[in-house]
């Protein structure tokens, strides 16, 4: 099993900033001003678990995460409780741990950023199981020329590679409208949507049929957040999303798989800086 945080589908990215990625939430520092380690602890209670289209848990779930930060590198670690049965059958239990090291090239090629990393998911509730844990590899590109506009745009497209379970690859197309309301009160509207080769597709959606399945695209995704200053270094947010599948075989297993083919989810979170 693996996962996306459904607290957030695909983080946008600005210049010079360093993300620690879990898919599509990414914790965001500033490494253009940035001399000493800077680390953020968070907790959010979701309404559901979703990742890349796959609903594993449609009630909801506690995700914690820590996050530290030096010149171009990242580092997070981030955790999902289910509080109730997952589709698993795990239930009150710590079902995944994820640990992502992310580097920004330094490089400035025609306003694009470049950042690669590593991350490796831990199921600690699947015991002896084979998929007790994985690991992916990605590289992502992000186009800045229309982040200076009145109303930001960033556009982003990431691959990220399986290199142990599946051997597989995932691409992920993200827009992202980032929006700063005041010094207090920021919002943030966006799109994805992602595609998965035949061997990705032939492992998460694999129902029982024997055609397999064929390369394509795997699910499509709407988000909005806000986020308040509450304290100094203290911030709280909240955000809304909707995923759906893209049809045919990929909802087709979907349905019979995963808890649900299509959700609509929200969460709160806390943040501190430090």
Do not use: C, H
Not at 40 to 55: F, H, K, N, P
């Amino acid at each position: 099993m693996k996962k996306m945080i459904a607290f957030g589908v695909a983080a946008s990215m600005a210049a010079g900033l360093a993300i620690a990625q879990v898919d599509n939430s990414m914790v965001m520092v500033d490494q253009g001003q940035q001399q000493a380690a800077q680390s953020t602890a968070e907790i959010a209670l979701v309404s559901a678990y979703v990742w890349r289209g796959q609903v594993y848990n449609g009630d909801a779930v506690v995700q914690p995460q820590f996050t530290t930060a030096f010149n171009n590198f990242s580092f997070n670690v981030w955790a999902n409780y289910d509080i109730k049965e997952n589709v698993a059958g795990n239930e009150g239990d710590l079902s995944e741990i994820d640990l992502t090291l992310a580097y920004t090239l330094p490089l400035d090629i025609n306003d694009v950023s470049f950042d690669v990393g590593a991350i490796s998911y831990q199921f600690p509730a699947n015991g002896d199981s084979a998929s007790e844990s994985n690991f992916e590899l990605f590289g992502r590109a992000t186009l800045l020329t229309l982040k200076d506009m009145v109303v930001p745009v960033i556009p982003s497209v990431t691959l990220f590679g399986d290199v142990k379970e599946v051997d597989g690859t995932y691409l992920l197309f993200d827009v992202a409208v980032p929006y700063e309301l005041s010094d207090y009160l920021s919002v943030e509207g966006g799109v994805s949507a992602g595609w998965g080769n035949t061997s990705y597709n032939d492992f998460y959606w694999n129902d029982g049929d024997p055609r397999g399945k064929d390369a394509g695209w795997n699910d499509f995704n709407f988000y909005a957040s806000a986020s308040y200053e509450l304290a100094e270094n203290l911030t709280a947010s909240v955000r809304l999303g909707y995923t759906m599948l893209a049809g045919g075989q990929i909802e087709d297993a979907g349905r019979a798989i995963y808890e649900d083919k299509e959700k609509a989810w929200g969460g709160v979170n806390i943040a501190y800086d430090f």
